[in-house]
């Protein structure tokens, strides 16, 4: 059964609330914007068929690569743009006496 555009008590109050809600929350949402701007850079690198994708994080230590994945796990697209991104990031942290770290999602990925 359709209902008309009068709803009942709850949904108006679940409504009013939200909308309550809305204007407290906005400095912190500035805030956290704010945040996200000021955070270490980070650089994505995508492979030339556009199904992985790789972060490298600047911090304080280094390097740091993370956010490692694919479109399908499993079918080496991951580590087709390993293989090509790899060699050129080590051999540029190298001539600049840049340490790299990583975060590995299992303990084959942390072996590499």
């Not at 929350?25 to 850079?41: D, G």
């Not at 743009?81 to 990031?89: D, E, K, N, V």
Request: hydrophobic content about 45%.
């Amino acid at each position: 059964m359709a209902r008309g555009r009068e709803g009942n008590v709850i949904d108006r109050a679940i409504s009013l609330a939200c909308a309550l809600m809305w204007w407290p929350c906005y400095p912190l949402l500035a805030v956290m914007q704010i945040t996200l701007i000021h955070r270490p850079t980070a650089t994505y690198y995508m492979s030339a068929e556009r199904d992985a994708v790789i972060a490298i994080s600047t911090t304080r230590k280094g390097w740091h690569v993370s956010d490692h994945g694919s479109a399908a796990p499993g079918t080496a697209q991951g580590k087709n743009l390993r293989t090509a991104l790899l060699p050129h990031l080590t051999e540029q942290a190298r001539s600049d006496n840049i340490s790299i770290h990583a975060t590995a999602a299992n303990a084959k990925l942390a072996a590499l």
